[in-house]
């Protein structure tokens, strides 16, 4: 027969909201009383309903964490160090996934509140006036949520709390890093174009170009789409001009993938003919990619951070934004010019 919190109050000769003040760690029952609960609690191995306990306190110690495409390893890596950071508020995860199609991020929110989860971080790209309605009310509510590196373009997404890398910064490093290398001929294959991690990372792709007077090519900023089919797609077309790049810069790991096979397939060696670097740090293949890493651990550390504060109707929570910094990874995909 299960246990329940009235039998556990009989038999500690309390009433059962002394009991739950113990369960919830609430400081003015006896220290006595406390340890005569506890004990009788473990004795009977009793285990409070969290439906029941939420209903009271409001709360369901869980979060929700929408991802756009689990088959991106980049994702579920960034997934279990959320799982990890919320374990230590004790809380646990709940992920939604919205296979990349437009509108199901509004359908996963209103799903996992209906979940009655006590927030949201958000890692999926939502620029429709929709989404940002949505958004806008959430905001406006003070429901708690943070946003993840999938900014739209439209300048309101500012005013939300948000855990982005300083994706110009890093377009830039990996720019810089092949032309110290000695090229000048350097393509860029770019993501979704309204997306604003991917607008950073061309921008410094840009400006590296400019700071070091290599004259920019727009035939050689190619736009491909979010998966590693259409950088090859895009690589395969590049490989058809007269002249070609010898070094390639890719937005993510997904699009060096990509254009790795269709380098490979061409018979092209990778770096000695065309060196490559991708973004994210999410493949081991070999020629190892060199990368610019993002701090998946910092992200998810930061971001649990900020929903907790909010979620514990911390103010300045519901305002604050970090920018983190991507580290250039060096390994055997880049090299010097060789002619």
Not at 12 to 17: E, H, L, Q, R
């Amino acid at each position: 027969m299960k246990i329940t919190i009235r039998d556990i109050a009989q038999k500690a000769n309390v009433s059962t909201t002394t009991v739950s003040r113990v369960l919830n760690n609430k400081p003015d029952v006896g220290k006595d009383t406390v340890e005569k609960i506890r004990r009788i609690i473990e004795e009977f191995e009793y285990h409070p309903s969290t439906i029941a306990r939420g209903l009271v306190l409001k709360k369901t110690s869980t979060i929700g964490f929408i991802i756009p495409d689990v088959c991106n390893p980049y994702f579920p890596e960034l997934l279990r160090n959320v799982e990890d950071e919320a374990k230590k508020y004790n809380y646990s995860t709940i992920y939604v996934n919205t296979d990349d199609i437009e509108g199901n991020e509004i359908k996963m929110i209103n799903l996992l509140r209906s979940k009655q989860v006590d927030g949201i971080i958000i890692s999926s790209f939502m620029d429709s006036k929709e989404g940002l309605s949505l958004l806008t009310k959430m905001h406006k509510e003070r429901f708690p949520f943070v946003l993840i590196g999938m900014l739209g373009n439209d300048k309101k997404f500012r005013k939300f709390p948000s855990v982005t890398i300083d994706n110009f910064e890093s377009g830039y490093n990996a720019t810089k890093h092949l032309i110290d290398l000695g090229h000048k001929k350097i393509a860029h294959i770019t993501g979704l174009p309204e997306l604003n991690t991917f607008i950073g990372r061309r921008e410094g792709y840009k400006q590296a170009l400019k700071d070091h007077n290599i004259e920019f090519r727009p035939e050689w900023l190619i736009q491909a789409g979010y998966t590693g089919e259409s950088s090859y797609d895009c690589t395969r077309e590049l490989l058809k001009r007269k002249e070609l790049p010898t070094a390639i810069f890719t937005s993510n790991d997904l699009l060096a993938l990509g254009c790795y096979q269709a380098l490979s397939e061409a018979k092209i060696a990778i770096p000695e003919e065309i060196s490559l670097i991708g973004h994210d740090d999410v493949f081991m293949i070999y020629p190892s990619i060199t990368t610019m890493r993002q701090p998946k651990k910092e992200i998810a550390q930061k971001s649990v951070e900020i929903l907790m504060g909010q979620i514990n109707e911390n103010n300045e929570s519901f305002s604050t934004s970090a920018v983190l910094h991507a580290e250039l990874v060096v390994r055997k995909s880049t090299g010097p010019l060789n002619f």
